[in-house]
């Protein structure tokens, strides 16, 4: 018996299948005045051989029919094959006639959102940078591991609570030291960006002033009687983002000029006067 | 390390919801980190009402500046306005009205078949997250000088068209988990046949976006392939629309236009049986007059670069003419259902069915635009001069503002149909009920709004303006109709922003004493609590019928 | 004995139930429906742009683009030896025979890196500049989304694989690997397509 998922995605094959014909016929005189189209006899040489022996008028549209016939017809098929994935017919499959309960929800990860914004990252490498496009795709590739523990974990055993502890054992000892390395890179850059950024002076003033803060913070946050894990995280946070931020912004303002490059033009200058 | 090779024995599926502790860092992790369908359900509505409200800023800005038909003055040059056109009309479909479906559709579809959770809950997640930054790099890489002109900053336009690939192909991941949750996750009992109709339009809508937005992602990937080597080969040149945009026009011209808003008629007959409190008359017929509304709406062939007369082939008159049959089909179903049982009003029905109006007015303009070709179509039998006479006024439509009306009509009777599924399934989105008188009056702007941008684009039309240039000399009578459409997208934006500030204001009303199911509803989302829990449902249910609620009230 | 107690902790927990059968084939269906027709545009365009440029009487591949038949029927060949591979993991894992699955994994994805290495040592034999004509862009663009489409069937083999690995793939559930068999099998046939459309017609 045909399905109700075969018959809606079939439908349309044949509807998308028909209008492949008569458009690859009809869409044949593209030059002349006529409002239906001039039936070139050749034309149905091409729509019965799929574009093969030429004769379509216009091949993009006539392909992109073709094709939208095979994709529903493909889900036409898929579907009665499978009866629709109907719930008894799943039933079935299982040996038992028990309908399997449809996956509930997920547990809580981060990796989808962070899978996007490695997509972005490696867009903005795509357009700017080749290092930036290979960071996307690092992290993408990082993305793509931890979705699959993520899979796997929570399929471990029936208990959820085991299954995060489960994929916490193994991954932690890879995540733990390599997301605070790249936490670290990442101050890293952003602190040596600004210091190249402003004047001698001015970054003499930041790497004074910078350790004084955060020693300063350090001290406040260990005086407090009992300190908020809320406050704590806090003031992390808007310290990293405010030099990550920054380091943004002067790596856009870009380093400032440097006295060994006036000395290269010295030796520069040298050089040419030798040569005269 | 453990290895669990046992052979797996049924136990316990559920897994336990995770106490929030109240501080907001954990809850923004939480957002961030969640795969619960209901949540992204909700972040996709309020980013895309969000967006709605920015789309239509930008589409008032390019009103101001057709309402001096004269030159470009107010947005800073030719090249800025025709980035704010193409943003203007490119994120009406793909920032607003196909991600608000997307996220109705991911909140309740799961609901209606009467599964825990969404097929693939972590690609929905990154589905979402996908759209919502790639949208966001899309208005910035617009902004930043690129848009899909020749004339813009080369990096940010390339920025532009990958940026919109990310969107799409988000928008696609998203709806292949919701079309696979309609398929794959339903219930015991409920056949494909028995599916809600909005669970089925959504079914309907998505296969056509499945096999029409790759053809645009493919004409995108085209476009950056040509645009990133040192020589342009592709895109260089041009006439009407610049640069690639003349590639994506089809995708925002008829008939592509109308699958945009396939779910508002989903939505509307998930209404019509609940105002008239009976089950749909001949349903199956509604449900293939939705498929057969959704499969005419194929428009990814129908490309303008390849074939200029494409608007001429009997394939498009044709498909454009029947375009209006199954809505007629279905308007029937709905009077007769109504007039058949005892109709009790409300705004969530009122403001679809002025969506719909909009949808059949949209269907109006393409059948006059095809109108000249249809009657054209008699010159192959004979040399009349009275074909022309009446053709030519139509034949001048196809690429005109009309082109703006119908667009107008149907993405907006998109926006409307979607605002109306907020009203209603409202206690199952948020908890909350929405005002009613709010509802009314943000359905009175949205409707009235559309009306005036869509009616005067339309008269518009049949005095020549141009689709997109405003450097041209025009009637008079023009720039002034273009101040009323202009007004028109500012009421539709005062609408939305009703609509916000509604639901801005739900979260402070108390929701104790909402009911399981306030509205009457048939179909299982109306079965478990307002909102429901973390697994949807306390236990599984099992269905006789398409209106299992009614089932146990005994109605016939 | 930390080992221990963590082996009897572990079998007192109960299994995981069975995802529901269907469901990833019945989304990879969905996603090969898109991905066919992201080809097909690109075919389209690739026939209608060939089309133009010849009805003007002019070449469509540019004479300095030496496309021959040997590098890509290798491919192709390789890639047909891929099928009956991927159909084997799945045979194997519906039989619960693990060291078989695992063989047919391996291979599959052997040969899927080796139809990567051939495609890009093809591109960079035949001599096409990617942006030099509208020809060689097409067919830049078209053999490189077909490579990175082979990638992500690898990956998806690779994910099954890892599972499959784990026990969570056998006579009674083996429905993600079978869709990745679904999703190889389209992946050839594309490439079948690619092969008539570029190397062989032109």
């Known amino acids: 018996m045909l399905t109700t998922g075969f018959k809606l995605f079939f439908g349309f094959a044949v509807v998308a299948l028909v209008g492949a014909a008569v458009y690859g ?70 040996g038992s006639g028990e309908i399997p309960p449809a996956a509930g929800p997920t547990a809580n990860n981060v990796w989808p959102a962070f899978g996007a914004a490695a997509a972005v990252v490696l867009l903005l490498g795509l357009v700017t940078h080749a290092a930036v496009f290979v960071t996307g795709l690092i992290l993408l590739a990082v993305v793509a591991f931890e979705w699959m523990i993520s899979a796997w974990a929570d399929r471990a055993t029936g208990d959820p609570e085991a299954n995060r502890e489960l994929r916490t054992r193994i991954m932690a000892p890879f995540e733990i030291p390599l997301l605070g390395a790249a936490a670290v890179a990442v101050i890293v850059l952003s602190a040596s960006r600004i210091l190249l950024a402003v004047s001698e002076l001015n970054a003499v003033w930041i790497a004074i002033g910078i350790p004084i803060i ?16 809320g406050a704590v995280v806090g003031v992390l946070a808007v310290g990293v983002l405010a030099i990550v931020v920054l380091g943004i912004v002067s790596a856009a303002v870009g380093p400032r000029s440097f006295e060994h490059e006036e000395e290269h033009t010295d030796e520069e200058a040298l050089v040419t006067e030798v040569a005269r | 390390m453990t290895v669990t090779d046992t052979p797996p024995i049924a136990a316990d599926p559920t897994v336990e919801t995770p106490v929030l502790p109240a501080s907001p860092l954990v809850r923004i992790a939480n957002v961030i980190t969640t795969g619960e369908h209901k949540i992204l359900g909700r972040m996709y509505i309020l980013s895309s009402l969000g967006f709605a409200l920015f789309t239509l800023v930008i589409g008032v800005l390019v009103g101001l500046e057709q309402t001096d038909m004269g030159g470009v003055d107010i947005v800073g040059g030719n090249e800025a306005y025709l980035q ?77 068209i990958l940026a919109m690939g990310m969107m799409i192909a988000s928008l696609l991941l998203a709806t292949v988990c919701v079309m696979t949750t309609v398929i794959a996750q339903r219930t015991e009992g409920m056949s494909l046949l028995r599916v809600p109709m909005f669970s089925w339009s959504m079914l309907a809508a998505g296969a056509v976006w499945l096999v029409s937005f790759p053809v645009l992602l493919a004409v995108l990937a085209l476009s950056w392939a040509d645009l990133r080597g040192d020589v342009v080969v592709f895109f260089e040149t041009g006439s009407g629309a610049p640069g690639s945009l003349r590639y994506l026009a089809w995708a925002f011209d008829y008939p592509q236009v109308f699958v945009y808003a396939v779910p508002l008629l989903g939505i509307l007959a998930e209404m019509v049986p609940v105002t008239a409190a009976r089950r749909q008359a001949m349903r199956s017929v509604m449900m293939a007059a939705i498929a057969a509304f959704a499969f005419l709406s194929f428009g990814a062939y129908a490309q303008p670069v390849y074939n200029a007369r494409v608007a001429q082939q009997p394939v498009f008159v044709v498909q454009n003419l029947l375009l209006l049959l199954p809505l007629l089909v279905l308007l029937g179903g709905w009077a007769f259902t109504l007039v058949s049982g005892k109709p009790k009003a409300s705004v969530s029905v009122g403001v679809a069915g002025g969506g719909l109006l909009m949808l059949l007015a949209g269907g109006g303009v393409a059948t006059l635009r095809v109108f000249g070709r249809l009657v054209g179509g008699l010159r192959e039998l004979g040399d009349w001069s009275w074909v022309d006479d009446i053709s030519d006024p139509f034949d001048d439509l196809v690429d005109t503002a009309a082109v703006a009306a119908e667009f107008r009509y149907v993405v907006l009777a998109g926006l409307i149909g979607a605002v109306a599924g907020v009203y209603f399934w409202a206690p199952k989105l948020f908890g909350r009920r929405l005002s009613p008188a709010l509802g009314g009056l943000a359905g009175l702007a949205l409707v009235g709004g559309t009306v005036l941008a869509s009616l005067s684009e339309m008269v518009n039309g049949f005095l020549d303006e141009p689709d997109i240039a405003t450097d041209v000399a025009v009637d008079s009578g023009v720039e002034i109709l273009n101040w009323v459409a202009t007004a028109g997208l500012a009421v539709v934006a005062l609408g939305v922003l009703t609509v916000l500030g509604d639901l801005a204001l739900a979260i402070r009303r108390d929701s104790s004493d909402l009911d399981d199911n306030p509205v009457g509803g048939h179909t299982l989302e109306w079965a478990t609590t307002s909102p429901p829990p973390h697994n949807n449902f306390a236990a599984p249910i099992a269905v006789t019928s398409a209106e299992p609620l009614l089932d146990e009230e005994g109605e016939v | 004995m930390a080992d221990d107690d963590d082996a009897a902790r572990t079998a007192l927990l109960p299994a995981a139930t069975l995802p529901r059968g269907r469901t990833v084939q019945v989304g990879t269906a969905f996603a090969i429906a898109a991905v066919l027709m992201y080809f097909g545009g690109l075919f389209g365009i690739y026939l209608a742009e060939r089309s133009v440029v010849r009805t003007a009487g002019l070449e469509w591949i540019p004479g300095s683009v030496d496309i021959q038949l040997t590098a890509p029927s290798i491919i192709l060949w390789t890639y047909i030896i891929s099928m009956p591979l991927a159909a084997w993991a ?53 053999g490189g989304s077909h490579m990175v489409l082979t990638l992500v069937g690898m990956l998806f083999f690779l994910f099954t694989a890892f599972r499959a690995l784990a026990g969570q793939f056998s006579s009674r559930y083996s429905d993600a690997v079978a869709a990745a068999a679904m999703f190889w099998y389209v992946i050839v046939f594309l490439y079948f397509i690619i092969w008539l459309l570029i190397t062989v017609s032109k």
Request: glycine share 12%; charged share 15%; proline share 3%.
């Open chain 1, 214 to 229: 955060i020693v300063g913070a350090a001290v406040a946050i260990v005086a407090m009687e009992k300190p908020s894990r």
């Open chain 3, 90 to 142: 799945v045979y194997a894992i519906r039989r619960d025979d693990r060291k078989h699955a695992y063989m047919a994994f391996a291979l599959v994805l052997l040969l899927g890196a080796m139809t990567i290495n051939q495609a890009a040592y093809n591109f960079d034999s035949i001599g096409a500049v990617a942006d030099n004509s509208r020809a060689e862009t097409l067919i830049f663009l078209i």
């Open chain 1, 25 to 94: 016929v009809a869409s044949g005189d593209l030059s002349g005045k006529d409002y239906l189209g001039f039936v070139d006899p050749s034309s149905f040489v091409g729509v019965l051989s799929l574009g093969w022996k030429g004769g379509v008028g216009d091949h993009s549209g006539y392909v992109v029919l073709v094709f939208a016939t095979v994709s529903a017809a493909y889900l036409a098929f898929t579907l009665v094959g499978f009866r629709d994935a109907d719930p008894e017919a799943v039933a079935r499959l299982g």
């Open chain 2, 84 to 160: 704010l056109f193409f943003l203007w009309r490119t994120g009406l479909v793909f920032l607003v009205v196909v991600p608000l479906f997307l996220g109705l559709a991911t909140s309740i579809v799961p609901l209606q078949v009467g599964a825990p959770s969404i097929a693939f809950p972590r690609a929905a997640a990154a589905a979402f997250w996908g759209w919502l930054l790639g949208g966001g790099l899309y208005i910035g890489a617009t902004m930043a000088d690129g848009g899909f002109n020749a004339g813009g900053d080369s990096d940010a336009i390339e920025l532009t």
